[in-house]
Nanobody, 115 residues
Framework: QVQLVESGGGLVQPGGSLTLSCAAS????????MSWFRQALGEERDFVAA????????TYAHSVKGRFSILRDNGKNTVTLHINSLKPEDTAVYYC????????WGQGTQVTVSS
């Protein structure tokens, strides 16, 4: 059974930093591209970042490039998203997605950027 469990969300002031984590199980993690998406209230779910199975290639949405960093630990079956210089427009539910099979989503973790 595939499971993706996100953690690390919370309330942060503008300019602050946060690290989100996604713990994966139920598939061969080291062989699968992993990604993060986000969905603001009333908006569509948008791509944020992705990382290839080896962790050697990363891709970012234009809006987050230079502020977000995606990393993976194939020994611990985790993928993390380091977020710096947070802006109010980064407020959203952040989802981990595995490209294993038909694609699987986690339950999401809320990030709120507000003073």
């Amino acid at each position: 059974q595939v499971q993706l469990v996100e953690s690390g969300g919370g309330l942060v002031q503008p300019g602050g930093s946060l690290t989100l984590s996604c713990a994966a199980s139920g598939f061969t993690f080291r062989g699968v591209t992993m990604s993060w998406f986000r969905q603001a209230l009333g908006e569509e779910r948008d791509f944020v970042a992705a990382i290839n199975p080896a962790g050697s290639i990363t891709t970012y949405a234009h809006s987050v490039k230079g502020r977000f960093s995606i990393l993976r630990d194939n020994g611990k079956n985790t993928v993390t998203l380091h977020i710096n210089s947070l802006k109010p427009e980064d407020t959203a539910v952040y989802y981990c997605k595995s490209f294993y099979g038909r694609g699987y989503w986690g339950q999401g973790t809320q990030v709120t950027v507000s003073s």
